[in-house]
């Protein structure tokens, strides 16, 4: 007898969704550039790479570079600013009927605040992702997201201006995890991404340079997923928002590690790069894991790890 079936549904807190495979901010555009094989077909949604008030040329080149078991990115968060993304690219994904959660950042809160309360009116979008791994200006140019008592106070300054459900994508450098998250969800937030990437360099030994223009960078790729995957098991065991889950997935197993430690989404990025194709993989590889183990719905999966001892190191 063919088994049922299991319902894919993804509910995010006020957001439901049709599944829970996400494109990561960064590493799918803004949804409307042509991606090979309809690579954004069948997605839960899209969250666009970051969106800020003004135009951003982002950094000089070289600003990617492989690294064993993943990449080096400094792309300086580019991108075509606020009025020629609402403009010029929210138009086709509403045609198109793609879920979109736009993540946008700024560089003092009074920046952030203008856009949400310019996003958070728009038809057309489905949430807001929160970058908190900016510099901020005024503070000495550190991030954010690495002060819990500036985090609480920008997402609450957020929060007040816009109802759209809104989520916030953690730093997982120089903050403690739970920290972190306590202040964000404290503040208002519908939910959490964990995380962003982790800070990291690389250099070209014959140079004697770095090999990114600027020195430093953003490490993604497999190679971050176990230190991802800690974080978002220590942060869903006790966050009464959902928690996302973004750090190295290539494959449906790696997918299937974060529910099973209390993801309730997951969002693909860099592993899209090399293999478009990814996404639907992914959710097929979740949809026959469900089979298999006769689950009728992810809220059976999610959360599912055997007890073990909570220990530190």
Known sequence: MEKTAPDINCPLGPIILANPVLAASGTAGYGTEDLPGGALSGLGALVTKGISMEPRPGNPPPRIVETPCGML???????????????????ILTELGVRVIVNFFGE?????????????????????E??????NVKKG??????DPEVLHHLVKKVRAETSMPLWVKLTPDGVE????????????????????????????VEKRRPRISIGTGGVSGPAIR???LYRVWKV???APVPVIACGGITCARDALEYFIVGARAVQIGSGAFGNPGLYGEVLEGIRD?????????????????????RVAF
């Not at 203008?114 to 949430?127: M, N, P, V």
């Not at 929160?130 to 510099?135: G, Q």
């Open 141 to 146: 140019g550190r991030a954010f997201g690495r």
């Open 236 to 238: 869903a065991a006790v």
């Open 226 to 228: 176990p230190l991802t």
């Open 289 to 309: 894991y469900m089979i298999r183990h006769s689950l009728a719905s992810l809220e059976q999966l999610v959360g599912s790890l055997e007890e073990m001892p």
């Open 108 to 128: 003092s809160e009074e920046e952030y605040v203008r856009l949400a309360s310019k996003l958070g009116g728009c038809e057309g979008l489905t949430g807001l």
């Open 177 to 204: 995890p739970l920290e972190a998250a306590q202040a964000s969800w404290e503040a208002g937030c519908d939910g959490l991404t964990v995380a962003n990437t982790y800070l990291g360099m690389a250099v070209d």
């Open 130 to 135: 929160l970058n908190v791994s900016c510099p």
């Open 73 to 91: 990115n400094a792309i300086g968060l580019q991108n075509i600013g606020v009025e020629a993304f609402l403009g010029e690219h929210l138009p």
